[in-house]
């Protein structure tokens, strides 16, 4: 048990640094397990009284403190297990420090740490302070030079910035000097040494500047960085295009490393990656794997405006940076592959685990008011709906404005730590309005409810619509306002057809409404037949949308509706109300024919994107169904959505056998969203054809398998089989460990395919893999290819009603807790929704939460989210 309770920061509690830093020299000695820092910080005072100085540090064997030359005595300063603290300084001064860390001791993957023999380095959010004593606040902003010393066996010496010397010491080892001309946080420094190949390029910038790019990976993969290298140029080339936004060094480098705590890190001019996102080539990347490296790549690129050159006062306005980061690499990837599709996909994200998020003890506001460790705060509703209400915002205001108020907010802030509030207030000033009620949607948790109701005067042409929205309490929230919600809508006609109205007087096809207060009515006049009513088009706000439509009307949107985002939600409206009938023991077995009879209607649509195609026989997943479900059932929506998905493979087997064997590449292999595309559609039929698995469709999966000339077929076939299970399973699966063993990224997808077995004996499975030789748990990729997997990924398994599934959840847990808090707090979120489940699920979790949080030793990290899933509001 804790004997302290800790203590949550406050944003109400925010004051500026008493001393800012304006230039930073340090000089790394590297060793793997003795690292010696110097630092050499040029500190003035920021207010107009003396305070005493407070310098962050942790696991840091402090050698020396001196200032402006003169070395102080123990008793001049104080150390703790947190802060160097000085009670006097001089009003400007230059502070020396020296300290020795252990890189290779740093189990946490946070600071300066070793990865497969490489130094490495993570300090956002505030990883820095294991380095070396600083202020570890982002608007502390400093120039920074680096010169480290290492072994010649540590061949690349790399840091942010431009390359200013470099050369040999006298005793045989070598060295280089760093410089960033770009002030910046402490959390966007980086430092890599180590034995790497280079993929190199470059690329020319709007105004005429030369880049050199370069990407660092392991020895022999440097082939397998070309497609995140021309991701790279892509990124670099939108953003020009989009925002007017050009690369501000001479070069730009990205390293892929194997240990990493989560995708990867935006330092600024040396990006580090998780290698799972950099590292791609047909043989052992799926088309899932190279679509996230292009959004990956562009993201952390993206970041050098939106994170770097501006960057957040303090960590709650981590939205400022992420959720219009995450905006901007939506954007880039729907250029690049479509928009209709990638909105689909996007949305789906956001439904399996904002949603979620949203719905249980974890919600938070988009900018929360306290933490206790903000490396909690790296979730979806920070990122996935920080994206939503920029979209929203633009929705709102219109493009142009948006590119205006934008345009304004890099004038503005560039160089300097800022907040959301200054963020938005460039849109009002662009648009000459006050935003001030849009920005509740920064302050308030929850996803809104918005409903819609019809009633179509035939004599006057009239549809009058009265909208409504109500969100639900949150922990800390328990009243809510209304929320400005963008809702863009058309109609159709009985036919599909569109069917235009009036809007204040002029002819329209599509509108958008704001809904700004509790209830409102709108009359759309010009209305020459009763309507089919398409709401939320493209998803303009994320909210949770019912309305009073009948599936009859459903049917219309799924063959027609020209916003292929609702053509999408149609299908899976009428899957979800399907499938949740039949989980609560009423099934509609006429309503499921029609289903599968209509769905295949719109696979025979000649003219649809084989990618869209896929995401319609997509039924919505279960987690999805499990929050509309009170109290959810894994276990019987699991068995609800096979049905369906059985009558799909039934009613639909000669339509999808035909899709599987006429999709199959024949050409040469390209990642692009077109042979994606294709091969998505024809593993999604195959996979449906796997619920009914009769000896044709099971020869069908082998054949597929063995025939595979690509991953993303592989494991398609890989999974297939998995459905069928038995012998052929077991083989394939034995031939495609044997023949990827030495490739790690590969056999994570090996162990992360068998944590979600939907057979009974995957809890069991799991367990054994645990003590398989290529189990590693310190690796964070391939901890969370197992356990996060079959926690997150394999409801009806992880819900199994004996309670082994929370249990051996929980022992993960505590057990990475032990060497690596930030990953084991990670690995939480699927008991958060306790509350949620099956009085006697509930009950299981909960008493697995408890475990946890009376664990002696528990970190910060783990107690901040079990305490908070645990607490009563
Ligand atoms: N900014 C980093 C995330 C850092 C997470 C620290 N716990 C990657 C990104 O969002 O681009
Ligand atoms: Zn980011």
New binding site residues.
């Given amino acids: 048990m804790r004997t302290e309770t800790p203590q949550p920061i406050r944003l109400s509690d925010y004051r500026p640094p008493a001393y800012l830093v304006d230039e930073i020299h340090l000089d790394f000695d590297l060793q793997p397990s003795a690292t010696r820092v110097k630092a050499r910080l040029s500190l003035r005072r920021n207010g107009d009284h003396a305070e005493p100085l407070v310098l962050n540090g942790e696991r840091l064997t402090s050698i020396s403190v001196a200032i402006d030359g003169r070395r102080l005595a123990e008793g001049d300063y104080a150390i703790d297990a947190e802060y160097l603290t000085i009670a006097e300084v001089p009003a400007a001064f230059i502070l020396e420090t020296e300290v020795e860390i252990d890189p290779a001791a740093n189990t946490s993957l946070d600071g300066l740490y070793m990865s497969g023999g490489r130094f490495c380095t993570q300090c956002?959010?505030e990883g820095f302070r294991k380095i070396t004593w600083f202020p570890d606040r982002p608007d502390v902003l400093a120039r920074y030079t680096v010169r480290m010393t290492a072994d010649k066996a540590f061949q690349r010496l790399l840091s942010n910035g431009n390359l200013m010397e470099s050369g040999q010491t006298p005793d045989g080892r070598h060295y280089a000097v760093w410089n960033d001309p770009f002030p910046k946080p402490c959390y966007l420094f980086a430092l890599v040494a180590g034995e790497l190949d280079v993929l190199e390029d470059s690329l020319v910038t709007m105004s005429g500047r030369k880049v050199d790019l370069r990407i660092y990976v392991d020895p022999g993969m440097s082939e397998r960085a070309v497609y995140a290298m021309d991701a790279l140029k892509r990124s670099m080339k939108w953003d020009e295009e989009a925002f007017g936004r050009e690369y501000d060094l001479d070069l730009f480098m990205i390293v892929a490393v194997r240990d990493f705590?989560?995708?990867?890190?935006?330092n600024k001019g040396l990006n580090i990656f998780n290698s799972s996102l950099l590292l791609a080539d047909q043989a052992t990347a799926t088309d899932f794997d190279y679509e996230r490296i292009e959004s990956v790549v562009a993201?952390?690129y993206f970041?050098n405006w939106t994170g770097d050159r501006i960057t957040c006062r303090d960590w709650f306005q981590l939205c400022l940076k992420?959720g219009l980061?995450v905006f901007r690499d939506q954007s880039f990837s729907a250029d690049m592959r479509g928009a209709a599709v990638q909105r689909i996909k996007d949305v789906k994200a956001l439904r399996a685990r904002q949603f979620s998020e949203d719905q249980g003890p974890l919600a938070h506001p988009v900018r929360p008011s306290s933490y206790l460790k903000i490396?909690n705060f790296?979730t979806a509703t920070i990122?996935e709906k920080g994206s939503e209400i920029i979209g929203m915002l633009k929705t709102l205001i219109g493009a142009e404005a948006f590119r205006k108020g934008m345009d304004l907010y890099f004038d503005r802030w560039d160089g300097h730590a800022t907040t959301v509030e200054a963020f938005i207030e460039c849109f009002a000033e662009a648009l000459g309005q006050d935003l001030t009620t849009f920005f509740d949607w920064y302050e308030q948790a929850g996803t809104p409810r918005v409903d819609i109701r019809r009633t179509y005067d035939d004599a006057a042409k009239t549809l009058k619509l009265e909208l409504t929205q109500t969100t639900p309490p949150t922990p800390g929230q328990l009243s809510k306002k209304p929320l400005p919600i963008p809702v863009r809508l058309g109609l159709l006609d009985g036919e599909g057809r569109t069917l235009a109205f009036e809007r204040d007087g002029q002819a329209v096809d599509e509108t958008v409404v704001v809904l700004d207060a509790a209830k409102a009515n709108l009359t759309l006049t010009g209305v020459d037949r009763e309507p089919v009513l398409s709401a939320l088009r493209g998803f303009s706000a994320p909210v949770v949308l019912t309305t009073d439509a009948a599936p009859k009307d459903r049917y219309v949107q799924l063959a027609a509706d020209p916003d292929l985002f609702n053509r999408w939600e149609a299908g899976q409206d009428l899957a979800r109300d399907l499938m949740l009938a039949r989980s609560a023991g009423t099934p509609d077995e006429v309503g499921e024919e029609r289903y599968a009879e209509a769905v295949g209607r719109a696979l025979s649509d000649q003219a649809a994107d084989p990618a869209f195609k896929a995401l319609l026989l997509s039924l919505p997943s279960e987690a999805e169904l499990a929050l509309a479900q009170q109290p959810a059932d894994p276990a019987a929506i699991h068995l609800a959505r096979n049905a369906l998905r059985g009558r799909l493979a039934v009613h639909l087997a000669e339509e999808l056998g035909r899709l599987h064997t006429g999709l199959q590449d024949l050409g040469e292999f390209s990642p692009d969203a077109a042979g994606a595309g294709r091969r998505a559609l024809r593993n999604m039929a195959l996979d449906i054809l796997a619920v009914d698995p009769h000896a044709e469709n099971a020869e069908r999966a082998y054949g597929h398998y063995e025939a595979a000339g690509n991953m993303t077929d592989a494991m398609g076939g890989l999974s297939a089989l998995m459905q069928i299970g038995g012998e052929p399973f077991e083989k394939a699966l034995a031939d495609f460990y044997e023949r990827w063993k030495s490739e790690p990224l590969v056999i994570d997808k090996w162990f992360a395919l068998q944590a979600r077995a939907p057979d009974e004996g995957a809890l069991g499975r799991v367990l054994g893999l645990t003590a398989h030789p290529a189990f590693d748990p310190k690796n964070p990729n391939r901890l969370r290819a197992l356990v996060g997997t079959f926690a997150a990924g394999n409801p009806a398994r992880f819900h199994d009603e004996s309670g082994a599934g929370y249990r051996f959840l929980a022992d993960q847990i505590l057990s990475v807790d032990g060497y690596n808090p930030?990953t084991a707090a990670r690995l939480l979120e699927p008991l958060g929704g306790w509350r949620r489940y099956r009085p006697d699920l509930g009950g299981l979790m909960r008493a697995e939460l408890e475990r946890i949080v009376s664990h002696e030793g528990l970190s910060k990290n783990v107690y901040e989210l079990a305490s908070r899933a645990l607490a009563q509001d």
């Fill in positions: 956002e959010a705590n989560f995708g990867a890190m935006e993201h952390e970041h992420e980061t490396d790296y990122y930030m």
